[in-house]
């Protein structure tokens, strides 16, 4: 730069730098002294506001202890408010729950209805005044007077509750409750209640008093499938809304709480013993008096007796939610609210379904131990024809067929072989029944025995445990049992399985929960030669006014490639020997093909069988909501009796199909072949506990009654001369009957 830049301009740069440097460091030292002096400033001007001694620690620091605690109270209600509001971002919001569906059977009869539509046919001041007042004095005395949360109300509540020892008041307000409604499920967390308080709040600012109370008569469900006073009117006493009496308006007042509980069509009683209930909440609350509420104690309300309409209960929900989620993914811009959709459901079967499941928790239920049941039955597309949830929707609308998840023991295990005949087996390959562990955890035969050298085939029939353990380690190569099991997990979800599999040594003999729909719609894969297909109920959706809007064979998922044909053909093949020669025998069917696979889980927590024909496909799980454990029930008792009596009815009617790739049932008498079958079952699978039956009964009875008769007669005459040789004649009773008497000992 000496070389390049005159001594001038030299100067000039250097000047210029020390400049620079001497007005940076004089604003520095000018803005220290400012800064020193502020600080001085404002400690003088606070010294002012100093507070010592008992003053500080009585006034101030838990004044500024408040302070900071709302500061972060405030950003918690910001970060739970979130989410809450997270729920009102769709603008139609009042309308997103206004969905109306008809539901038809596959024959195009009705079967029933579910969701709401907001009726403005009757204003809120046409509802009768006792049923206004009935229903203000029970859910919320202070309506007109809170703000979207009834604090007082709520702490009246809680004090009501703790006194009673439990739940006896609800400290809900009806804005509350309609937020729910609207907004959330029925879960009981903590969660859920934070969510229903902010979105109280939201409605408040949002609706006037008279339109959320309107909003909440219009859609709280009120049992019997009914949403709003109005249909409920309709439903439990065949009138409009506008014309109930005090009594029957303290009846549908008393349903808010709990409309299956209280449902007269159900238990008259207990809605009668609410509805007086109502009527001294409205004396209470001072909406009427004691001579008023009289008449309506004196004369109760009389429901319409519906007890013989039975409705596909546990169907009918599964498809509306099926149906919510369709409609989502219909344009936007369509605005139509109302539809008819056209089921898979074949009423036949599903009577026949609920039937068996009943009879046979009836008949064998308390000596197994067993007090719930479901059962699937889908057409191979997937269209499901029956379902049964439960033993009682009155009593508990928990569908154990679609939210249940539960173990599927030995019956996951087709899942295993189809992946091991994908990696190069067959089912005569020959694999070694011996011990095996993984780690710490050595699986159990349930004989807790071996069986040596045995084909895969043999392996399936038997339901070894094993062997398919084995055949997850083998499967995984040099990747070790973990690669062999996430392959297993692979092959399940192309069946078309979504429960999440966690990865446990175990997964291969079942320990990994399932639900009854999924696992059932899955077997379809193996009559399908190989292509899965997804569980549905809907076959086509119209408008209110008759317009198509949805066709599943047009609209719906296509089947999709999960293994191929012939490990398809293959393991029908194996699992028609399993009904045939293996622990399912009680399902094999007069004259019809039959394949499938039992389950038992550990302690007898969970039974199953899961099978298929030409078809259908169906599966049937036994077991307690409780996980207690039955009293030795296998997947070959109930499960495949039960089974076989409902695919018995499916069938009737229709062209029976063989299984793709197993030949047609053999030309003998179909009827001995059940008995040679049953016969064998019942030498390799545990005994049912002894059950007295009909006839059994009836014997005993005129048996003891010929005894008291004899005994009468004694008395009477002189008894006669006993004779002196001979035998003595049985009773009747077993002369007719042909049976040994009871003091013979009897043959196992």
Not at 243 to 250: D, G, P, Q, T
Not at 710 to 732: E, I, Q, Y
């Amino acid at each position: 730069m000496r070389d390049i830049l005159p001594p001038a301009w030299k100067r000039r740069i250097q000047h210029f730098l020390l400049d620079l440097d001497a007005r940076i460091d004089s604003t520095l030292f000018s803005a220290a002294v400012w800064a020193r002096e502020f600080y001085e400033r404002y400690s003088t001007f606070m010294d002012r506001f100093y507070v010592g001694r008992w003053k500080r620690w009585v006034f101030i620091e838990p004044l500024s202890e408040l302070a900071t605690l709302g500061l972060a109270g405030l950003v918690l209600m910001l970060a739970l408010a979130i989410p809450a509001f997270r729920e009102t971002s769709d603008d139609d919001w009042l309308k997103k729950s206004d969905l109306a569906v008809t539901f038809l059977d596959r024959y195009g009869n009705p079967i029933g209805s579910r969701g709401i539509k907001h009726n403005d046919s009757i204003p809120l001041e046409d509802f009768p005044d006792h049923l206004i007042k009935a229903t203000l004095a029970t859910e919320d005395r202070r309506f007109y007077e809170h703000f979207g949360i009834d604090i007082a109300g709520t702490f009246r509540a809680l004090a009501t509750n703790a006194r009673a020892g439990g739940v006896v008041q609800g400290g809900s307000s009806i804005t509350q409750q309609l937020a729910k409604n609207l907004f959330l499920s029925n879960e009981r967390t903590i969660e859920r209640k934070v969510k229903e308080a902010f979105l109280a709040l939201w409605l408040e600012t949002r609706l006037t008093k008279n339109e959320i109370l309107k909003l909440y008569l219009d859609r709280a469900y009120m049992g019997g499938g009914t949403f709003g006073v109005d249909g409920a009117a309709q439903f439990y006493f065949n009138k409009s809304a506008r014309e109930v009496n005090l009594a029957e308006s303290a009846m549908l007042a008393g349903l808010f709480k709990a409309p299956t509980k209280y449902a007269p069509h159900i238990n008259l009683p207990a809605a009668r013993a609410r509805a007086n209930v109502v009527l001294d909440n409205l004396v209470e609350a001072g909406f009427m008096t004691e001579g008023q509420v009289f008449g309506a104690r004196r004369n109760p309300a009389i429901a319409v007796d519906r007890r013989n309409e039975n409705s596909p209960n546990y169907y009918l929900d599964w498809a509306f939610d099926e149906m919510r989620k369709l409609v989502a993914t219909f344009p936007k811009s369509y605005a139509e609210r109302v539809f008819v959709v056209r089921t898979a459901l074949d009423m036949n079967v599903q009577r026949a379904a609920e039937e068996t499941i009943e009879n046979q928790l009836r008949q064998f239920g308390r000596d197994y131990h067993a007090t719930q049941a479901a059962t699937v039955i889908a057409d191979l597309d997937g269209g499901v024809r029956a379902m049964v949830g439960g033993r009682d929707y009155g009593t508990s609308q928990f569908n154990r067929a679609v939210d249940a998840m539960r173990q599927p023991g030995s019956s996951f295990k087709p899942y295993v072989y189809a992946t091991a005949l994908m990696n190069g087996f067959k089912p005569t390959s020959i694999v070694v029944d011996g011990p095996v562990c993984i780690g710490n955890w050595c699986p159990q035969n349930y004989g807790r025995s071996y069986s040596g050298s045995i084909t895969l085939l043999m392996a399936l029939t038997r339901s070894i445990n094993v062997i398919p353990v084995k055949l997850s380690i083998a499967i995984g190569g040099k990747g070790g049992p973990r690669a062999g099991r996430a392959k297993i997990v692979e092959t399940a979800r192309k069946f078309g399985i979504k429960a999440p599999l966690p990865d446990t040594p175990s997964l291969p003999i079942g320990s990994d929960e399932v639900s009854v729909l999924e696992h059932t719609v899955a077997y379809a894969t193996f009559p399908n030669r190989g292509k899965a297909v997804t569980p549905h109920a809907a076959l086509e959706v119209r408008t209110g006014s008759g317009d198509l809007v949805w066709r599943f064979d047009r609209d719906g998922k296509k089947p999709t490639p999960a293994i191929p044909p012939q490990v398809a053909s293959d393991m029908a093949n194996m699992m028609v020997n399993v009904v045939e020669n293996g622990t399912a025998r009680r399902a094999i069917l007069d004259g019809i093909r039959a394949a499938g696979k039992t389950g038992t889980t550990n302690a007898y927590r969970d039974a199953w069988f899961v099978g298929y024909t030409g078809n259908f496909v169906g599966g049937v799980w036994f077991g307690n909501d409780d996980y207690s454990p039955t009293n030795r029930m296998t997947g070959g008792s109930l499960p495949a009796k039960t089974w076989h009596d409902i695919m018995t009815v499916a069938h009737q009617g229709v062209e029976i199909k063989d299984i793709p790739g197993v030949p047609p049932a053999s030309a003998r008498p179909a009827s001995a072949a059940v008995a040679a079958a049953a016969n064998a079952a019942r030498e390799n699978e545990p005994a049912p506990p002894p059950v007295l039956t009909h006839r059994g009964s009836g014997i005993l009875v005129r048996i003891e009654k010929a005894m008291d008769e004899a005994a009468a007669t004694a008395t009477a005459t002189p008894a006669p001369p006993l004779p002196t040789s001979g035998a003595t004649p049985l009773p009747d009773a077993f002369a007719s009957s042909g049976r040994e008497s009871p003091a013979s000992p009897r043959k196992n």
